[in-house]
């Protein structure tokens, strides 16, 4: 060994350690099987619209039960095909073991219901924020954590442009600023846009593209990662995240890239990630490691079915976790993430994979 050593120049030796460290301190996770535990009530979830852990570490989970084939909803056919199921309802929250603590969710008086359930928050007051990808689901709906309407930001079958102020176009998630007490939406589907709002009273505040420049809504055309770097988002924004320094990450999925901006707007750095990925693009959503520093971050990858593991300040690949497939640990079409304070990951998937996990994080 010491031999080896001695041909190595100082800067292969310094890359070497380098990748001890980053094995020795890379997060690791453990797929939990029984995690959730089973429904009442003959329930079963449709596709995951998203997922979130509110600040009592409970986590929810916000699926579309219109998703469910003939044959998985055979118990409320006229006359029922089978004994099993019955779609559960939009809106669940588990404790961390596993739990069925509540579930809601639905039309009802005073607010649009989206025609697709995409994307879930939970505020530091336990209020839940809901979206929609539908056609026609152009609002983000604010309630309480036991189901009852609050407020409701845009308007369903009305919409504008990515720089409409009072209208939304398909938003994919909503997430609060607690610090700033301010809404951020990831405008989405149709828009091409981070938005933010005043998180009490819905006021609008700003919005930014792509390196924090006025957002275009000009079809790009297919993304090919032999062409130059695009300067607009494509839909759809996917996902934006607040980091605890206060750092904003959006996802640009198609893109296959996450840009970071200051609260502001203001463009600080892009990753591409796995840029040769074509079809729906790698960056579905992201997370942060549980320490203070939040070291790393985890990024869902719909396409290539796993969880990245990167290094927050460089973007640095460090690890994975995950492949395509329908055993436990496995993905098809993981499409949304989120984390606990213990550092367990729980990952939400749409098409057919329509369920939840859970990734327990392994501690020395």
């Known amino acids: 060994m010491i031999a080896i050593v001695r041909t190595l120049s100082w800067a292969a030796i310094a890359l070497l350690a380098c990748d001890l460290v980053h094995a020795q301190d890379t997060p690791r996770f453990a797929v939990d099987a029984a995690w959730p535990k089973p429904l009442p009530n003959n329930w079963i979830l449709g596709q995951i619209g998203g997922i979130a852990v509110g600040p009592d570490d409970h986590v929810w989970v916000y699926q579309r039960p219109r998703t469910l084939t003939d044959d998985e909803r055979g118990a409320t056919m006229n006359p029922p095909w089978s004994r099993c199921c019955v779609p559960a309802p939009s809106v669940l929250e588990f404790d961390v073991e596993g739990n069925l603590l509540g579930a809601w969710g639905g039309p009802g008086s005073g607010y649009d219901w989206p025609e697709s359930e995409h994307g879930i928050s939970v505020d530091a007051g336990g209020n839940v924020w809901l979206a929609g990808n539908g056609k026609a689901d152009h609002q983000v709906l604010k309630f309480s954590r036991d189901g009852k309407f609050l407020m409701q930001i845009g308007r369903a079958n009305e919409t504008g442009t990515s720089n409409t102020t009072e209208l939304l176009g398909r938003p994919a998630l909503p997430v609060v600023d607690v610090a700033a007490a301010e809404l951020y939406v990831a405008d989405g589907y149709k828009n091409r846009r981070v938005i933010v709002f005043d998180a009490a009273s819905g006021a609008y505040k700003r919005h930014w593209g792509a390196y924090g ?30 980091a605890k320094d206060g750092l904003v990450y959006v996802c640009d999925r198609v893109n296959d890239r996450y840009q970071v901006f200051r609260k502001d707007g203001a463009f600080v750095r892009e990753v591409r990630l796995d840029p040769q990925t074509r079809s729906m693009g790698s960056v579905w ?13 985890y990024v869902a990858d719909g396409t290539n ?18 492949r395509g497939g329908r055993q436990a640990g496995q993905f098809h079409w993981v499409h949304a993430m989120a984390v606990d ?16 996990q859970k990734f327990s994080r392994v501690l020395e």
Not at 310 to 316: C, D, H, K, M, N
Request: charged share 25%; glycine share 10%.
């Open 213 to 242: 420049a006025v957002p275009e809504d000009a079809d790009p055309g297919a993304y090919d990662p032999q062409a130059s770097v695009a300067k607009q988002f494509r839909n759809p924004v996917h996902c934006v995240r607040i």
């Open 285 to 297: 959503d992201v997370g942060f490691s549980e320490d203070p520093a939040q070291k790393y971050m």
């Open 341 to 356: 304070s213990r550092g367990n990951v729980y990952t939400g998937e749409v098409d057919s994979g329509k369920r939840v």
């Open 305 to 322: 079915n796993e969880i990245h593991i990167l290094v927050r300040a460089t973007g640095e690949q460090v690890g994975s976790f995950g």
